[in-house]
């Protein structure tokens, strides 16, 4: 499985962004999806996840109400809406898919991950 992250770039802060994941190879729909992210110094963490079918979603507690994270499986894509926009989300975005049909937020659980998108928040 090859992923494809896409949709970075500058926003004002409060301003919205729109991340694409796009999956090729041997996809499947049963995988779980998540965003990570990881900002200047700082450990890669958890940003959101959704399950395979779609309804079910997870997200870290910065992000909550601000982010919404989706899938599309027939398109195999995963999409990360991002409003309200902080300078503290400022970081390298990366799309993650992993084996299985429950929502996970560690890294480990995820087997595919894209080669990030660098979003940057001015203040």
């Known amino acids: 499985v090859q992923l494809q992250a896409s949709g970075g770039g500058l926003v004002q802060a409060g301003g919205s962004l729109t991340l694409s994941c796009t999956a090729s190879?041997?996809?499947?729909?049963?995988?779980?999806t998540a965003w990570f992210r990881q900002g200047p110094g700082k450990e890669r963490e958890f940003v959101a996840a959704v399950n395979w079918s779609g309804p079910s979603t997870y997200y870290a507690d910065s992000v909550k109400g601000r982010f919404t994270i989706s899938r599309d499986n027939a398109k195999n894509t995963a999409s990360l809406q991002m409003n309200m926009l902080k300078p503290e989300d400022t970081a390298v975005y990366y799309c993650a898919v992993g084996l299985g049909v429950s929502i996970c937020a560690l890294p480990y659980q995820y087997d595919y991950w894209g080669q990030g998108t660098q979003v940057t928040v001015s203040s």
């Open positions: 190879g041997r996809t499947s729909n049963i995988y779980r």
